[in-house]
């Protein structure tokens, strides 16, 4: 049998830290390595898989538009495209759709946009305030965002125009601001950063500020959209609406694909020719989010996912009430974290894998838990006894 994790050293670059699963096929919360191993995925692609693994609704709708059309470029129109724009608009209460590919490109469009408007409404302003721990993406413009001493020195000089100040602190965003500021661009939940919420109306008082000095207010929703946090855009339960926000990772249930919104009189500065992307808006990509957004917005989803996280949280606080290497229990919908007393998230990830359960370990000192939205009850009660029977495993191992 072919040793695929050997393959993968001789023929990938070695930039990413993987656990060691090859996993060939997933259904729902379920998936399966070469082995024959069955797992509990409580990563879901990085909060990418939010109806879980080979969703039949977004099954079908990628097998029907490949036999209609792939991929057509944005020289011409495309049907899908114009639905999905209609929906996020209708749905978001933005005015207009750019599409893109991932992420980062999501981010690197924002802050073109922001830049563009700063050009011709600003006086030229161009600087973005940013957060420590904030992550955007890993391409120059995103990486130059992102608030993260280690991803960002070893490829300086980045982009300049970029203003860093602490999470969760609108005196700091106060401070930074200047008559080159043109945005501020935050995560409504920092995910990467390790799952941390801001303090009960940071995001409110970044739009007062942000309408106060004539700000755009860039929300990088990339994770948090698509009812991570158990509403369709994480920014509708902070009594808030963005300049501008940036879409990617659950849109099209595990296609690629990346978008902003933006309202009317920023988008309008986007002119023929100022941006673009091939893939943008492909056919197919556009049919997977229609039908992963047809699932999510369905009557009753929503209530659902916030129940199954109110379950998911109560059992996880039991967990933490029972064993003190756990030192709390944040985030909200499926977008969870443990916190650990000491740096043994590898440990407890490696732990719970042995068992069963995929997780992640988000920061040394804590473990996050991304299940798809349509995880089960049972399912929900199996992971959290596989999580406190590797928490047991690490706690008596001690400290290393
Ligand atoms: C993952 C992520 C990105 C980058 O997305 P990619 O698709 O990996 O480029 C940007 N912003 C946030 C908030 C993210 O979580």
């Not at 600003?122 to 993260?148: C, K, N, P, Q, Y």
């Not at 990346?258 to 920023?266: C, D, F, S, W, Y």
């Not at 929503?302 to 029972?322: F, G, K, M, Y």
Request: aromatic fraction near 6%; hydrophobic fraction near 40%; include cysteine.
């Amino acid at each position: 049998m072919t040793d695929w994790i050997a393959e993968e050293r001789r023929y990938l670059f070695q930039n990413y830290g993987r656990q060691p699963v090859v996993i060939e096929r997933g259904q729902g919360t379920r998936a399966w390595d070469t082995d024959g191993n069955e797992y509990l995925d409580f990563v879901g692609g990085i909060a990418v898989n939010v109806l879980g693994h080979s969703h039949p609704s977004v099954v079908r709708a990628i097998a029907e538009q490949a036999e209609r059309v792939i991929h057509t470029s944005n020289l011409f129109y495309s049907i899908p495209m114009i639905q999905l724009a209609r929906e996020l608009v209708q749905r978001s209460g933005l005015d207009r759709a750019f599409f893109c590919n991932s992420g980062a490109e999501a981010v690197e469009a924002a802050i073109k946009l922001a830049r563009r408007w700063g050009h011709d409404r600003r006086a030229g302003a161009f600087e973005i305030i940013t957060t420590v721990d904030g992550f955007h993406g890993r391409t120059m413009g995103s990486l130059s965002a992102t608030g993260t001493t280690r991803y960002r020195e070893p490829f300086e000089p980045l982009v300049p125009g970029f203003r860093i100040v602490p999470w969760s602190d609108l005196d700091a965003v106060r401070s930074a601001t200047s008559d080159r500021t043109v945005a501020v661009m935050v995560e409504p939940i920092q995910g990467e950063g390790g799952v941390n919420l801001p303090a009960p109306g940071y995001l409110a008082g970044l739009r007062a500020w942000c309408d106060e000095r004539g700000l755009l207010l860039i929300l990088d929703e990339v994770q948090t959209g698509i009812g991570r946090t158990g509403t369709l855009f994480a920014f509708e339960q902070e009594g808030v609406k963005p300049d501008i926000m940036a879409l990617a990772k659950g849109l099209a249930g595990g296609v690629p694909i990346g978008a902003i919104l933006a309202r009317e009189e920023v988008a309008a500065h986007f002119v023929k020719g100022d941006h673009g992307s091939t893939f943008g808006g492909n056919p197919l990509a556009a049919a997977a989010a229609l039908a992963t957004l047809r699932e999510v917005t369905a009557p009753g989803f929503l209530e659902r996912v916030n129940e199954a996280s109110r379950r998911l949280v109560e059992r996880l606080q039991a967990i933490e009430d029972r064993h003190g290497l756990v030192t709390g229990i944040r985030g909200r919908g499926m977008l969870l974290a443990m916190g650990l007393a000491r740096d043994c998230s590898a440990d407890v990830v490696d732990e719970a894998r042995r068992r069963g359960l995929l997780i992640n370990n988000v920061r040394p000192n804590a473990v996050r838990l991304m299940p798809p939205l349509t995880v089960t009850d049972d399912e929900i009660e199996r992971a959290c006894d596989i999580l406190e029977a590797a928490i047991v495993a690490v706690e008596s191992q001690g400290s290393k």
